[in-house]
């Protein structure tokens, strides 16, 4: 992780400080496991890693809202879903 990524880290950890997180899900990614680890204020705290978090490619719909897609691209929007 490089040193904005263990700034937004440290942020995100005192954000939750406050709150009462029994779990936390995190892709199996380094980067994530990272961050993850890094949020994690509780030594007793599971952190649950799977491949279902990973980000995906979303190709040519890469940044664009559901919005958008449906308003411009409704059809292949629909195929997209279903795939």
Excluded at 12 to 29: H, P, R, T, V, Y
Excluded at 70 to 78: A, I
Aim: proline share 1%; net charge positive; glycine share 4%.
């Amino acid at each position: 992780m490089n040193a904005n990524g263990i700034k937004q880290s440290n942020l995100l950890k005192e954000c939750f400080s406050n709150l009462n997180i029994d779990l936390i899900f995190s892709s199996d990614l380094q980067r994530a496991m990272q961050t993850s680890e890094a949020i994690n204020n509780s030594p007793t705290r599971k952190i649950e890693k799977s491949k279902k978090l990973r980000e995906m490619n979303q190709g040519d719909f890469e940044g664009l809202t559901f919005s958008f897609l449906r308003e411009n691209h409704g059809d292949d929007l629909k195929s997209w879903r279903k795939s």
